[in-house]
């Protein structure tokens, strides 16, 4: 199963350099961009799928899996929603040069959270990585 997993990022990998190369020799075209953004909401939907069945099959198997999966899906919710409420006090102006004026605050609330979301991804990513090798060096 270990080798399968390989094999399969080994492709993804593969790919996402092809379409990587392609977008910069084709100079930014409008075919190119779209053709790895397709690739990056593929990959995103992937692993939201990813991580609901892997958190639907750790409940499953443990009842420490149920309180696991609840408490992050709590964690997840909370963040969101902060962020959600952060954004909405803001008034943020994007131009919209392909209609020549501002997008609507409502895309803007969206956008903004959509970011905030993602900085406390990111850093919560970081962060379980170093606590984790921390922990290993001790362990």
């Known amino acids: 199963m270990k080798k399968i997993l390989n094999i399969l990022l080994g492709v993804i990998l593969l790919i996402t350099v092809i ?3 392609y977008a910069m020799v084709a100079g930014g ?7 790895n953004l397709i690739w990056s909401y593929i990959l995103i ?9 892997t958190a639907v099959w750790g409940m499953v198997n443990s009842s420490k899996g149920i309180k696991g999966t609840l408490l992050s899906t709590l964690l997840i919710i909370v963040i969101v929603a902060a962020a959600y409420l952060i954004a ?7 131009p919209d040069v392909a209609n020549g004026g501002f997008f609507p605050h409502p895309e803007t609330v969206i956008t ?9 991804a990111l850093g919560a990513a970081v962060l379980t990585a170093i ?6 060096a001790f362990k």
């Open 131 to 136: 606590f984790t090798e921390i922990y290993k």
């Open 112 to 120: 903004e959270a959509s970011i905030l979301v993602t900085y406390v």
């Open 88 to 94: 909405r006090g803001h008034t943020i102006e994007i």
């Open 45 to 53: 939907a992937v692993g939201i799928a990813t991580a609901l069945f």
């Open 19 to 21: 379409l990587t190369v």
């Open 29 to 35: 075209s409008n075919e190119a961009i779209n053709l």
